[in-house]
């Protein structure tokens, strides 16, 4: 839909002026050297006296939290979203289509910092007391969005369709007055001399350039190179993104076998070449499962998450050391082999297996395939060492990563603004007054979970408090 923005100036390549202009206007552009007729459907009309607008560059889950939250402190302050696709579209695929809203199990702020491999130290601060994952459940809540608390934290509407969320969060920008426009990209923004953000948008379908002058800009475009591009245009510098939250490929055909095949508490370390010091967060328990290419579920990519710089500048490659009895001590692991010996000398080893292993039929056999023992043995015929191998298999299988995979339901990266350029309390800038960030452009990102969406609703509602207070209490210095 078209939609307003101010202070709107439109350049021919050989006159700048000044325009209120609203309708279709045809236009010869200078395009790459040559000129392109174009027919331009503008509707920017000129602020009214006093008014104010923000840029929000960004049309997900901080960029759209944010402007309605500077829209709900400073109604006549203009805001105005720039998306270059459709909005919310991180929203509408995470958690499995179901919206993974955030996670309710951590109450200590100190708790649920730890919870981001970049940003746990910065995290433990104010930043999620401000506005916390009750306080986003409240929200939602208080916007007719009912939400449900699973086992394991998750947070998702009770609908278990990411179109409640997205419905919701639409609804409240069009009633409280935000502005909607798609299709375009941000690709310039430099400061002028009176405080403000001259910023250059194109829609290269129609190839027209806008320019718009804005008083305030927030920039939550993600792990897009745009966002990354209009910080370094303003000062900022960027921590090179890289991949965080994959699936581990792995080199074996038996365990391909096994896709489907879920464990429901593993321990696993991983270790990589060139990593000498001790990592605490590079050893996760919890579910595994067995896919088609290798390893997933959330042990593993927890692991991807803590070890994502370190997993790049191995090339993805490196061990993975798997404990599949990781409430057992080896003694007792066994002891359970050895009474059930005692129990079953003449069954066939791979028709019966220690209750305590927990573990199915079909992965019983990979683990009696890797130690070359025949599942037509009988129980009778395995020696005592032979038990001490399968025992120490359990407790320390190791597996040989050869590359990542993808995580459908999250796309995260590890990477971006330093937050030590940030103003965590307000979100601003420490180089330019007035220019905020939010979401993942900066460098944090989370486990699997709903942390990384906490970190945009957290991060986009303090932006746009700071943004709508300066608006309403007058513009001062950072």
């Known amino acids: 839909m078209n939609l307003v923005a101010q202070r709107f100036i439109f350049r021919l390549g ?30 920017l009309a000129a602020p009214k006296s006093g008014e104010e607008l923000l840029v929000v560059v960004g049309g997900g889950a ?11 402190l400073a109604p006549n302050l203009q805001v105005v979203v720039i998306e270059k696709a459709k909005p919310l579209s991180k929203v509408k695929i995470s958690g499995g289509g ?6 309710g199990h951590c109450p200590d702020n100190k708790i649920l910092a730890e919870h981001y491999p970049r940003g746990h130290k910065e995290f433990r601060g104010s930043f999620f007391h ?16 009912a939400l449900k608390i699973e086992k394991d934290g998750r947070v998702f509407p009770t609908s278990d369709s990411s179109s409640t969320v997205i419905d919701c969060l639409m609804s409240e920008a069009k009633r409280s007055g935000v502005l909607l426009q798609t299709g375009k990209v941000v690709t310039g923004a430099s400061s002028t001399s009176d405080g403000k953000f001259a910023v250059k948008l194109e829609k290269r379908s129609l190839d027209y350039v806008e320019h718009v002058e804005a008083d305030y800009l927030l920039i939550a475009s993600g792990s897009s ?36 095949v879920t464990f429901p508490k593993v321990k696993a370390k991983l270790q990589l070449e060139g990593i000498q010091k001790k990592i605490p967060q590079l050893t996760q328990v919890g579910p595994m499962l067995v896919t088609h290419w290798g390893l997933s579920g959330p ?47 003449r069954q066939k080893v791979l028709n019966s297996y220690p ?15 890797r130690e070359g023992i025949c599942g037509d043995m009988l129980w009778s015929s395995i020696s ?36 030590s350029e940030i103003y965590l309390d307000t979100m601003g800038s420490r180089i330019h007054p007035h220019l905020y960030f939010a979401g993942e452009v900066l460098n944090v990102d989370g486990i699997t979970g709903g942390f990384n969406f906490q970190n945009a609703w957290t991060g986009g509602y303090i932006a746009g408090t700071s943004i709508g207070n300066l608006a309403v209490h007058g513009r001062v210095n950072q």
């Open 14 to 43: 050989f006159a700048s002026q000044t325009s209120t202009l609203i309708g279709n206007y045809p236009c010869s552009i200078p395009i790459n050297g040559r000129r392109k007729f174009s027919t331009i459907t503008l509707s």
């Open 130 to 145: 401000t506005h916390g994952p009750m306080d986003t459940m409240s929200w939602f809540s208080d916007h007719g969005v």
């Open 98 to 103: 179901r919206c993974n809203v955030t996670n």
């Open 299 to 345: 042990v593993v990519l927890r692991l991807s998450s803590w070890g994502a710089r370190h997993l790049s500048s191995s090339d993805y490659k490196g061990t993975l050391c798997v404990d599949f009895t990781p409430d057992l001590h080896i003694d007792d692991l066994k002891s359970a082999l050895t009474r059930h010996k005692g129990q079953f000398l």
């Open 62 to 72: 901080a960029g759209i939290y944010g402007a309605i939250r500077a829209k709900a």
């Open 355 to 369: 209750s305590e292993l927990a573990v199915v039929r079909r992965f019983w056999k990979y683990i009696l395939d």
């Open 384 to 419: 005592n060492n032979l038990l001490n191998s399968v025992a120490s298999l359990l407790k320390d299988c190791g597996f040989s990563v050869k590359g990542k995979g993808q995580f459908k339901d999250e796309f995260v990266t590890a990477g971006g603004i330093p937050l």
């Open 225 to 260: 190179k745009q966002g990354y591009n209009l910080a370094t245009q303003l000062g900022h510098s960027i921590v090179e993104p890289v991949p965080s939250l994959f699936t581990f490929k792995i080199d074996d055909l038996k365990l391909a076998e096994l896709s489907g």
